[in-house]
């Protein structure tokens, strides 16, 4: 979850609910509960922008807890956005064998 928005299934989940079930009711949240509008007029797949949810979603925490919440949605989006994964790995195996035959023809230090 990094970047300036948030996906139905992002928000639906912040709220503990089921994607279906924000689509069908976020009008009510927003004319009730003044629940933020998603974003490009509502379009299918609906998006949210990220500080207005959480803002709304921490409306009643006090100051302190407010600056805490903020800084672990930090943190984790921070460690979301470190990527390990196949491509990394077949970076590194290029970068390997391109080392390899750099180096292939130099002697080993045991050969020295």
């Known amino acids: ?3 300036p928005t948030l996906s139905a299934a992002d928000v ?5 609910r089921s994607t279906g079930w924000l689509y069908d009711n976020w009008r009510r949240l927003a004319k009730k509960d003044r629940f933020p509008h998603p974003l490009l007029g509502g379009a299918v797949p609906m998006t949210w922008s990220r500080a207005q949810v959480y ?3 921490d409306r009643d925490l006090p100051r302190e807890q407010r600056i805490a919440a ?3 949605r930090a943190a984790e989006a ?3 956005g470190v ?3 196949s ?3 077949t970076r590194v195996a290029e970068d390997r064998a391109d080392l390899d035959q750099k180096y292939a023809s130099l ?3 045991s050969d020295a």
């Open 78 to 80: 921070a460690v979301a």
């Open 83 to 85: 990527r390990h994964g």
């Open 12 to 16: 639906a989940d912040e709220l503990g």
């Open 107 to 109: 002697p080993a230090e």
């Open 70 to 72: 903020a800084a672990i």
């Open 87 to 89: 491509r990394d790995e």
């Open 55 to 57: 803002a709304w979603l």
């Open 1 to 3: 979850m990094s970047g």
